[in-house]
């Protein structure tokens, strides 16, 4: 299981409750609620530094009414992770790896690609 994340400030090791992100052409700072997953050009705040914050002279601060409380730990496994993938390539694949076969020459007398050589770079490994 993965670890939470922890607030972007240098020497704080809270959790992270808020995500900051900066709107450059606006001169806006906004601070929201925890973002679903780490963004480039985004800094997760803990709960002080997130209501502590304050902007650059001449910016304006959104800042989220709403209670900021940690997230729950990710639920998911890296074996459930690599199915959701596999499933979204190919929502007919069985289950259960089938046995590897020998493929079929193809032109040329060339063996033709498997469905696995198309499908990309991701492959899930059946437990052992």
Same mark, same amino acid.
């Given at each position: 299981?993965?670890?939470?994340?922890?607030?972007?400030?240098?020497?704080?090791?809270?959790?992270?409750?808020?995500?900051?992100?900066?709107?450059?052409?606006?001169?806006?700072?906004?601070? %929201?609620? !925890?973002?679903?997953? +780490?963004? *480039?050009?985004?800094?997760? #705040?803990?709960?002080?530094? /997130?209501?502590?914050? =304050?902007?650059?002279?001449?910016?304006?601060?959104?800042?989220?009414? %709403?209670? !900021?409380?940690?997230? +729950?730990? *990710?639920?998911?496994?890296? #074996?459930?992770?690599?199915? /959701?993938?596999?499933? =979204?390539?190919?929502?007919?694949?069985?289950?259960?790896?089938?046995?590897?076969?020998?493929?079929?020459?193809?032109?040329?007398?060339?063996?033709?690609?498997?469905?696995?050589?198309?499908?990309?770079?991701?492959?899930?490994?059946?437990?052992?």
């Amino acid at each position: 299981m993965r670890s939470t994340r922890c607030c972007s400030r240098n020497g704080c090791d809270h959790p992270a409750v808020a995500t900051l992100t900066y709107i450059y052409a606006d001169s806006t700072a906004v601070v %929201g609620p !925890l973002a679903e997953r +780490p963004e *480039p050009h985004t800094y997760d #705040l803990c709960q002080g530094h /997130a209501h502590g914050l =304050t902007a650059p002279r001449g910016w304006v601060l959104v800042r989220h009414d %709403g209670d !900021l409380t940690p997230a +729950p730990p *990710p639920a998911d496994d890296l #074996l459930a992770l690599a199915e /959701a993938v596999l499933e =979204t390539t190919d929502p007919d694949r069985p289950r259960r790896s089938p046995s590897p076969r020998r493929p079929s020459p193809g032109p040329a007398g060339r063996p033709s690609p498997g469905p696995a050589d198309r499908r990309g770079h991701l492959r899930a490994l059946p437990p052992t």
